[in-house]
């Protein structure tokens, strides 16, 4: 697993920014081409590979004794890669220190709901926010190694050779906690030196609520914040 922070003026390029460096080129390859060298992980003895972020952990629901290790091994040969769609916490107080310990509620992804539940309780879950979850909704995949594997962002991989197998799990999932300190918004105001106008702060931020969560971290006071 990997986890890394990075400006979020270097996430505007997605496919040239660290989260997604492009993999060196071999020139010693028969008849003259040019080959990607394999990347650390091929060698590294792994089996499978994912991109986790440091607010982010794994919820293995379905797999025997609770087990990442399990759930994987039980995946079929013949599956490149693995979808675990993503729950999204859900704000409870605003003295929350340590989420992994204190949060407690969830939002269900897309993928993990009766249709009619989603649908029917769509106004009620998003509270007014420009969408259903507050930052991604697409979850995370999990890949197993081979070679010219290749990050296609923080979400998917890439295979140059092939294109992988894919299942989505029906249980399992990422628990991505989301807001869930007061502290998470005021340090909006200093990720980028953008000024905070709706504009502007497309050049830092690809989400919407993290568009507005900067403009609001850098103009209202600490009352203001909390109600919003």
């Keep these: 697993m990997a986890a890394s922070r990075w400006p979020e003026s270097q996430m505007l390029l997605p496919f040239f920014s660290p989260r997604s460096p492009p993999l060196p080129l071999s020139s010693e390859a028969p008849d003259g081409e040019r080959r990607a060298a394999a990347p650390p992980w091929v060698d590294a ?3 499978w590979i994912i991109h986790l972020d440091t ?7 379905g797999a025997r004794e609770y087990s990442l290790r399990q759930l994987l091994l039980d995946v079929p040969d013949n599956v490149g890669m693995v979808i675990f769609p993503n729950y999204e916490s859900s704000i409870e107080r605003d003295d929350i220190k340590d989420p992994f310990t204190k949060v407690s509620m969830f939002k269900k992804n897309y993928d993990h709901l009766p249709k009619d539940t989603y649908f ?42 092939k294109s992988p197998n894919e299942i989505k799990l029906e249980e399992a999932a990422i628990l991505h906690y989301t807001y869930t300190k007061f ?46």
């Design 183 to 228: 502290s998470d918004l005021t340090s909006r105001r200093d990720r980028c030196g953008c000024k905070p106008t709706k504009e502007d702060v497309k050049r830092c931020f690809i989400l919407e609520f993290d568009r507005l969560a900067f403009i609001i971290a850098s103009t209202a006071t600490e009352e203001e914040m909390k109600n919003w």
């Design 45 to 47: 003895g792994m089996d």
């Design 120 to 161: 029917g309780l769509y106004k009620e879950a998003t509270r007014g926010n420009p969408n259903y979850f507050l930052t991604y909704g697409n979850g995370k995949s999990v890949a197993r190694v081979q070679e010219y594997l290749h990050p296609s962002g923080a979400h998917r991989w890439h295979n140059y050779m």
């Design 55 to 61: 607010d982010e952990l794994i919820h293995p629901a």
